[in-house]
């Protein structure tokens, strides 16, 4: 029963090596399992998560529709008469009398206001007294051109019988020439001396200010016993309006939209006085000049206005909207549809159909995420339609908006399409 000693000690070492080994491999296909079973429960981790994101994702979507399209533009302004006169006077002096007051109607030729005339008086009894003399002045001439002649008819008759020197008769004549030119000269005087009896009958009547139109005072600015200096510039005594049953709108249309603004173009306006009421107006004028104020460009425009009922007066401050373009049926989406871009994330997921790569479904004219990329790097208008309940990339052509909605001209689109506006954040 006694046996070698190594060869028990060897037998026990080889059942333990094979013990370790059978324990070894077990170890490993554990290890193995165990890996295998969290790898799966990740993938379904990541696709439960992944659909439901995409389950859960709710857009914002409009409808494209057929409807009419106006495009306006708009601009601010101020009311003014169509002929406003400022009036005043060349004369100087003080106010004497005042004849009219706000809102009073005139007439041509009416007197609206006098000066003190005592100077202007004077002088016009100063100017007829030097016409009277000029006048006597000129007779007198007259009577020496007779009295010389005579005389010089004397030496002739005399000069025959060699009673008149040849000295006598040249003197003679020569005194008859001269009073003929004093005559002339004494008719020039005349004529000198009428001319300032009119400048000073003129500045007599000027101090009585009339009014140079049929119309309407719009401000008085003088005063019984006030003094009026008009040596320098003019002063301003009143303001008239001619008729502001016909008034005109003056705004300043900004250079981005002056190409679009055109004589006859109809619009309308509302002023502060009446924010529920709309008045009609017409363009009658673009002018070129130029008006820069802060470095903003802006070009005068007037406007024709009818003001029938005198419910705007001159100075009211008007907001205008010119009506440039009128499309009565096209089809129309929101501006916001055609600014809609999907996130990058979302890109990914839609165009490749969840955590596996489902591609979009395609239809004409619609495109793969990444094929729109290169359309929106061309620059082609694109929108994104729900067709079939999934996102489609389609590319349209534009044409004129009014700033909320675009005309359609181009592309496959069609009345009733749902269009994505956007992604509701709650929801994604």
């Given at each position: 029963?006694?046996?070698?000693?190594?060869?028990?000690?060897?037998?026990?070492?080889?059942?333990?090596?094979?013990?370790?080994?059978?324990?070894?491999?077990?170890?490993?296909?554990?290890?193995?399992?165990?890996?295998?079973?969290?790898?799966?429960?990740?993938?379904?981790?990541?696709?439960?998560?992944?659909?439901?994101?995409?389950?859960?994702?709710?857009?914002?979507?409009?409808?494209?529709?057929?409807?009419?399209?106006?495009?306006?533009?708009?601009?601010?302004?101020?009311?003014?008469?169509?002929?406003?006169?400022?009036?005043?006077?060349?004369?100087?002096?003080?106010?004497?009398?005042?004849?009219?007051?706000?809102?009073?109607?005139?007439?041509?030729?009416?007197?609206?206001?006098?000066?003190?005339?005592?100077?202007?008086?004077?002088?016009?009894?100063?100017?007829?007294?030097?016409?009277?003399?000029?006048?006597?002045?000129?007779?007198?001439?007259?009577?020496?051109?007779?009295?010389?002649?005579?005389?010089?008819?004397?030496?002739?008759?005399?000069?025959?019988?060699?009673?008149?020197?040849?000295?006598?008769?040249?003197?003679?004549?020569?005194?008859?020439?001269?009073?003929?030119?004093?005559?002339?000269?004494?008719?020039?005087?005349?004529?000198?001396?009428?001319?300032?009896?009119?400048?000073?009958?003129?500045?007599?009547?000027?101090?009585?200010?009339?009014?140079?139109?049929?119309?309407?005072?719009?401000?008085?600015?003088?005063?019984?016993?006030?003094?009026?200096?008009?040596?320098?510039?003019?002063?301003?005594?009143?303001?008239?309006?001619?008729?502001?049953?016909?008034?005109?709108?003056?705004?300043?249309?900004?250079?981005?939209?002056?190409?679009?603004?055109?004589?006859?173009?109809?619009?309308?306006?509302?002023?502060?006085?009446?924010?529920?009421?709309?008045?009609?107006?017409?363009?009658?004028?673009?002018?070129?000049?130029?008006?820069?104020?802060?470095?903003?460009?802006?070009?005068?425009?007037?406007?024709?206005?009818?003001?029938?009922?005198?419910?705007?007066?001159?100075?009211?401050?008007?907001?205008?909207?010119?009506?440039?373009?009128?499309?009565?049926?096209?089809?129309?989406?929101?501006?916001?549809?055609?600014?809609?871009?999907?996130?990058?994330?979302?890109?990914?997921?839609?165009?490749?159909?969840?955590?596996?790569?489902?591609?979009?479904?395609?239809?004409?004219?619609?495109?793969?995420?990444?094929?729109?990329d290169e359309a929106i790097d061309a620059g082609t208008p694109v929108l994104w339609v729900m067709r079939d309940g999934e996102p489609l990339a389609v590319s349209v052509?534009?044409?004129?908006?009014?700033?909320?909605?675009?005309?359609?001209?181009?592309?496959?689109?069609?009345?009733?399409?749902?269009?994505?506006?956007?992604?509701?954040?709650?929801?994604?």
């Amino acid at each position: 029963m006694s046996g070698d000693p190594r060869t028990t000690v060897e037998r026990e070492l080889q059942d333990r090596l094979d013990l370790s080994g059978e324990r070894s491999a077990a170890g490993r296909r554990s290890r193995w399992i165990t890996a295998a079973a969290a790898l799966l429960v990740v993938i379904g981790a990541a696709w439960f998560l992944l659909s439901r994101g995409q389950e859960g994702t709710r857009f914002v979507t409009a409808a494209a529709e057929r409807g009419a399209l106006k495009i306006t533009v708009s601009a601010t302004g101020e009311l003014e008469p169509v002929n406003q006169v400022d009036v005043g006077t060349e004369v100087s002096g003080t106010i004497r009398t005042v004849a009219v007051d706000f809102n009073d109607r005139v007439s041509r030729g009416q007197v609206l206001a006098r000066l003190d005339t005592d100077e202007l008086d004077a002088q016009v009894l100063q100017g007829r007294a030097s016409l009277k003399a000029a006048e006597a002045r000129v007779a007198q001439t007259r009577a020496t051109v007779e009295e010389s002649r005579l005389k010089e008819g004397r030496c002739l008759a005399l000069a025959r019988k060699a009673m008149c020197t040849q000295e006598d008769l040249d003197a003679a004549h020569a005194g008859y020439l001269r009073a003929e030119a004093d005559v002339a000269s004494a008719e020039a005087q005349v004529e000198v001396a009428r001319a300032a009896l009119d400048a000073h009958e003129t500045r007599l009547e000027k101090a009585q200010i009339r009014s140079p139109i049929n119309g309407l005072v719009l401000a008085r600015r003088i005063e019984p016993g006030q003094t009026v200096a008009a040596s320098l510039q003019t002063p301003v005594l009143f303001v008239l309006a001619e008729d502001l049953a016909d008034m005109e709108l003056h705004i300043d249309v900004d250079e981005a939209d002056v190409g679009l603004v055109k004589e006859r173009q109809a619009a309308t306006f509302t002023v502060d006085a009446y924010p529920d009421r709309t008045f009609p107006a017409t363009i009658t004028q673009v002018r070129f000049a130029p008006d820069t104020e802060g470095g903003v460009v802006t070009y005068e425009t007037v406007l024709q206005v009818d003001n029938e009922g005198l419910l705007l007066r001159p100075g009211m401050t008007a907001t205008a909207e010119i009506i440039v373009a009128e499309i009565a049926d096209t089809l129309l989406v929101p501006n916001a549809s055609l600014r809609y871009r999907p996130p990058a994330g979302a890109e990914q997921t839609e165009a490749r159909g969840g955590f596996f790569g489902r591609m979009l479904r395609r239809g004409p004219g619609a495109r793969t995420v990444d094929q729109n990329d290169e359309a929106i790097d061309a620059g082609t208008p694109v929108l994104w339609v729900m067709r079939d309940g999934e996102p489609l990339a389609v590319s349209v052509q534009t044409g004129l908006t009014n700033g909320a909605l675009t005309q359609i001209v181009g592309g496959e689109l069609t009345a009733g399409d749902i269009l994505i506006t956007g992604v509701d954040p709650g929801k994604t």
